[in-house]
């Protein structure tokens, strides 16, 4: 059973840089064929992918986000982590990681992250 588990502050101020990392157990992130992602929810909206990596770690962002967003990868830990930068109240969600890209079958408890001064 795969599981995986976001962290980090969930407070960020207008400006800063949202930092998260999602640990994985149950299988490692180097295995073929599987995407690994970050995806959010912002209160009242739908669900927004915002980039991912291949197990031999290729990365893709969402177009909308490709300015502010990096995705990196520690193998030895079997983590993953999210940076997004100069946020806005508008980066305001619950983040989620989770496994897969289009069809994602395991994800995080999700976390609340807030942006505000």
């Known amino acids: 059973q795969v599981q995986l588990q976001e962290s980090g502050p969930g407070l960020v101020k207008p400006s800063q840089t949202i930092s998260l990392t999602c640990t994985v157990s149950?299988?490692?992130?180097?295995?073929?064929?599987?995407?690994w992602s970050w995806i959010r929810q912002p209160p009242g909206k739908g669900l927004e992918w915002m980039g991912d990596?291949?197990?031999?770690?290729?990365?893709s962002y969402s177009p909308s986000l490709k300015s502010r967003i990096s995705i990196s990868r520690d193998t030895s830990k079997n983590q993953f982590s999210l940076q997004l930068s100069s946020v806005t109240p508008d980066d305001t969600a619950v983040y989620y990681c989770?496994?897969?890209?289009?069809?994602?079958?395991?994800w995080g408890q999700g976390t609340q992250v807030t942006v505000s001064s």
């Open positions: 989770a496994r897969g890209r289009v069809k994602n079958d395991y």
């Open positions: 990596f291949t197990y031999e770690g290729s990365k």
């Open positions: 149950g299988g490692s992130i180097t295995s073929s064929p599987y995407y």
